[in-house]
């Protein structure tokens, strides 16, 4: 009997293990998972409205010193004073639950749909971009391994090299650009970036010229590594320029967010992502020294769209406000420094306080820091900057003669790329209610171009075609701190606040620190594989010394 129970009992579970099984995948899946859409062009909507484009104030644009916070607060300790932070080191990472989510499961649905075949590489397209933004800000990261847990059950992705990540999304970028179709069906009804009635030959030759100015943004990356022009950024440069990029700022692929009726109206919509200073707080942002200093020692005309004087402090962003746009009349924050050290060791620039705030210039909140400010993620005024000094370094042809009609190319389109701001009209406009700035002339472009510093110069022509990408990546930190570790230009002096950096700049974002109990394994191969300990100062493999 002792036998026979015993037999039974060990049966038992073999019994309802065998029950269970026959409902194993219906009871273990998710019923509310969305699984399949009718119409995956919305998921195609999504991922272009939800691109991340130009960072942080808060970070990148710190870094690269458009920016400056004072204030030493649990919101503002980070970059500003050489801090290693969670906020602004995890930011980016956040792609792999938000965007990155999106953008694979809408290529895992339409890949294998013929009419959807151009969807499906607008989406590649899209992809790139933001493994870009991953590697250029940590360096390795997941990415063969990346978003497999629903389809091949990987929870803990390694980290890819970022060159062999560089490599891939090359070929990537290079298959789905040429592989564009105009003879199949336009998916332009979901596309922001065109006219939801373009056809598809309209559609595709905007996401070539799109495509082909990604690929010269990758190209120049690499140009450290390719000091004499025989190499890798040569190569990706020639392909980029030859398949087409840009040419006009009609060309931008711009996600223009939500205005009102008229004018200087906005609406509630959506917002850049980039313009959370508006809502609290936004006394403690202020101009750096060196970007204002910049503009106004050439009388830049872009100046009055980026950065204002406002009569005490601006703890509030009314829709509008007639601040002092003046280039004379606007000074920045010395780097390196904290409220109260401003206060006591008075650098060069200071300014007593006004007020319960800094007596500072603030960005333009009716223009750039406007909530319906466009982001864009490459310009027009970015590629002729780029073609400006491949032509110079001998990537395309020209030298310095092609080099220079690009330069002042690129600053005329930096110049009317303002046009599809909020609050900027081919004539000022000024009453009780709107406050609407005027474009620059051709005479007032042309002063700019003839002055010393900005003229075209041989000997110091790649200084000057970087600062003038500098001053266009105002509205987008993200790529203006990229350019500068691989240019070197501007030539801006170190944030000194602290030691933290060894007298250096920050180089790359540390890993979240989620990763290291999360992904562990992977994380520490990947560190054993950075260039350096896990620091804010380490190099990522186009950033050579």
């Known amino acids: 009997m002792k036998n026979l129970k015993r037999i039974i009992l060990l049966s038992l ?43 942080s104030w808060d970070a990148e644009s710190t870094i690269v010193q458009h920016f400056v916070l004072p204030y030493i607060l649990g919101a503002t300790v980070g970059y500003q004073f050489n801090e290693n932070v969670e906020a602004a080191n995890g930011a980016a990472f956040g792609m792999y639950t938000g965007n990155l989510r999106t953008i694979e499961h809408l290529m895992s649905l339409i890949k294998d749909d013929e009419a959807r075949s151009n969807m499906y590489n607008q989406t590649r397209i899209m992809r790139v971009h933001h ?21 091949e059950g990987i929870f803990y992705p390694k980290y890819d090299k970022g060159s062999e990540i560089y490599d891939d999304l090359y070929k990537e970028l290079k298959e789905a650009t040429a592989a564009l179709d105009a003879s199949k069906p336009s998916s332009s009804q979901y596309d922001i970036f065109v006219a939801a009635s373009a056809s598809s030959a309209t559609q595709m030759a905007f996401w070539r010229k799109f495509g082909y100015s990604l690929m010269l943004r990758m190209g120049m990356r690499y140009s450290k590594l390719d000091p004499t022009g ?71 005309p872009r100046s009055k769209f980026m950065i204002a004087y406002y009569n005490g402090k601006q703890n509030t962003a009314p829709s509008i406000i007639k601040p002092d746009v003046d280039p004379a009349n606007q000074y920045g924050v010395p780097v390196g420094y904290s409220d109260g050290t401003l206060q006591s060791v008075k650098p060069a620039g200071y300014r007593p306080p006004k007020g319960d705030g800094l007596d500072y210039s603030q960005i333009n909140y009716n223009v750039v820091g406007n909530s319906t400010t466009p982001s864009v993620i490459i310009t027009n005024a970015q590629v002729k900057l780029l073609l400006a000094e491949a032509a110079k370094r001998g990537y395309i042809p020209g030298g310095d003669a092609q080099a220079a009609i690009y330069y002042y190319e690129g600053i005329d389109a930096s110049m009317d790329g303002y046009s599809i701001y909020p609050n900027v009209a081919a004539t000022a406009v000024s009453n009780s209610t ?34 003038q990408y500098w001053i266009e990546c105002f509205n987008n930190g993200y790529e203006a701190w990229s ?27 540390s890993y979240p620190l989620r990763e290291q109990t999360s992904n562990p394994v992977a994380y520490q191969e990947a560190v054993a594989n950075l260039n350096g300990p896990d620091y804010l100062t380490t190099r990522i493999f186009w950033d050579i010394p």
Do not use: W
Request: aromatic content about 10%; overall charge neutral; hydrophobic content about 35%.
């Open 13 to 55: 579970p073999l019994f309802f293990m065998a029950g269970c099984d026959e409902n194993f995948e219906e009871i273990n899946t998710n019923p509310t998972a969305i699984l399949k859409i009718s119409d995956p062009g919305l998921l195609f909507t999504n991922v272009l409205r939800n691109t991340s484009v130009g960072g």
């Open 131 to 151: 493994y870009m933004y991953l590697v250029d800000h940590y360096g390795d990261v997941p990415y063969s391994e990346a978003e497999k847990a629903g389809s």
């Open 230 to 300: 025989t190499g890798k950024a040569k190569e990706i440069v020639q392909a980029a320029f030859t398949g087409g990029v840009m040419q006009t700022n009609a060309d931008n692929p711009a996600i223009l967010n939500m205005t009102g009726s008229g004018v200087g109206t906005p609406i509630v919509g959506y917002t850049n992502g980039r313009n959370g200073i508006r809502g609290a707080n936004v006394y403690y942002y202020y101009v750096a020294k060196p970007i204002v200093d910049q503009l106004k020692s050439t009388n830049d």
């Open 434 to 467: 709107t406050e609407v700035l005027a474009l620059p002339t051709v005479a007032e472009k042309t002063a700019y171009k003839a002055q010393v510093g900005v003229v075209y110069n041989p000997a110091t022509a790649l200084q000057q075609i970087n600062t």
């Open 483 to 509: 350019n500068f570790r691989r240019s070197g230009y501007p030539a801006l002096s170190p944030n000194l606040y602290n030691n933290n950096l060894n007298g250096g700049f920050i180089r790359r974002n």
